[in-house]
Structure formats: structure tokens, C-alpha cells
């Protein structure tokens, strides 16, 4: 959890240095147009700056998340070793498991041989076995109850420490969004600011078009004139 938390929080330190270009290019920008443009590129950058003052702030406060995650790190690391104690109780029994089945298996031998000495040492390892499988299976089972016993109220710490730390999470983002909801209305209006250019734009790119083709006009009369003077 904690390794996915600060893979996000260097993503978004690479896009904090990214938008962080974008005001300073686009008054650079801006301070080689004409007319009416600078002034939509200056308002544009003002909201891009803000942009950037949000994004820098919620990322200032993930800056202790990680911290507060770490409770969760402990909790678990406790459990895990309580964890690992259980396989190793498990391990005794399946050993032990092993041991009466090898001991079986010798006894099968010792009185296929019909030597009492072997049959009487056979049946006494495998009385041993079977005791100490039957101790190690105890001992599992008390160890295993136990750790059953002590996971509830692990369990219960561990989603509350979680539940806690992704609600303040959450607050932040919520908080972070509300920001830049206060902000559309202020993208909208500079928006409008580029579609009347754009507008003004058409319309004297349409002026400058019917000027060409007056003048064009204009220039065929002229000639045709001349051409009836030289007649």
C-alpha cells in the first residue's frame, strides 16, 4: 500500500514540475502578440498559476501520508511474525507426520524379519512418534486458537487505523476538487476570451476577402475601360 502511495505521490510530483512551466511560457507567449491577445494569454496564465498553487498544496499535505500509513506497517508486521511462528508449529506437525508413517513403514520390516528384538524397537518408535505427533498437533491447534483469538482485535485496529487514514485522504481530494470547481467558472470566461477573438478574427479575415475581390473587380473594370479608350 505504502509503495503504491509514493509511486502517486513522485507521479505527481512530475506533473507539479510540468504545469509549473505552463504560466511563465504563456506570458512569455503572450509578450510577443498584438492587440487583444496578450491579455487573454495573461488571464489564462493567472488561472494556470492557480492551478498549480492547488495542486501544490494538496501535494504539501500527501507529504505525511506516508507517516501516518506506517501504523498500518507495524500492525501487520506484528501479526506476520505471530503469523510465521503458526508455520512453524505446522512444520513440526507434518515432520512429525512423516516420522509415524516412516516408523509404520519400520515396523512392517521388523515383522516381516520375525525378530522379536527388531519388532519391539519398532513398536517403541512408533509409540514415540505417535506421542510427539500428538504433542506438536496440540500445540498447533492451542497456538492457532490463540492467534484466532488475538486477530479480532487486530483486524478491528488495522481497518480503523486504514478507515482513518484513506477518510482524511478522501477529505483532501474532496477538498482539492471543490478548489478547482471554483475555478471553471474563471476557464470558461477565458475561453470566451480566445472565441471573440477567433469571431473577430473571421470577420476581418471575411473583410479582407471582400476587399481582394473588389479590388480584383475593380482592376478588371479598369481594364476593359482602357481597352475601350484604345479602340
Given at each position: ?123 517403541q518408535n512408533l509409540s514415540a512418534a505417535e506421542r ?100
Open positions: 500500500m505504502i509503495a503504491a502511495y509514493n509511486l502517486m505521490y513522485q507521479s505527481e510530483q512530475q506533473y507539479l514540475d510540468n504545469i509549473a512551466k505552463v504560466p511563465p511560457n504563456l506570458r512569455e507567449y503572450a509578450s510577443r502578440q498584438h492587440e487583444s491577445i496578450p491579455e487573454a494569454l495573461n488571464k489564462l496564465s493567472y488561472l494556470e498559476g492557480k492551478h498549480y498553487q492547488i495542486a501544490d498544496s494538496t501535494h504539501s499535505n500527501l507529504r505525511n501520508f506516508p507517516n501516518d500509513f506506517q501504523i498500518l506497517l507495524t500492525l501487520e508486521a506484528d501479526f506476520s511474525k505471530k503469523r510465521d511462528v503458526l508455520k512453524t508449529y505446522e512444520d513440526s506437525v507434518r515432520k512429525s507426520n512423516n516420522a509415524v508413517e516412516s516408523a509404520k513403514v519400520a515396523l512392517i520390516k521388523a515383522q516381516s524379519s520375525g525378530k522379536q528384538t527388531n519388532i519391539n524397537q519398532a513398536k510427539k505427533l500428538e504433542d506438536d498437533t496440540k500445540s498447533k491447534e492451542k497456538f492457532e486458537q490463540q492467534l484466532k483469538e488475538d486477530e479480532i482485535p487486530y483486524k478491528s485496529r488495522f481497518l480503523d487505523s486504514y478507515v482513518t487514514q484513506v477518510s482524511a485522504l478522501l477529505d483532501l481530494r474532496s477538498k482539492e476538487a471543490d478548489e478547482y470547481a471554483n475555478l471553471v467558472d474563471d476557464y470558461l470566461s477565458a475561453i470566451e476570451k480566445f472565441t471573440d477573438l477567433q469571431e473577430n478574427s473571421s470577420t476581418q479575415e471575411k473583410w479582407n476577402k471582400e476587399k481582394d475581390e473588389y479590388d480584383q473587380l475593380w482592376e478588371e473594370l479598369n481594364e476593359k475601360s482602357a481597352g475601350k479608350d484604345n479602340e
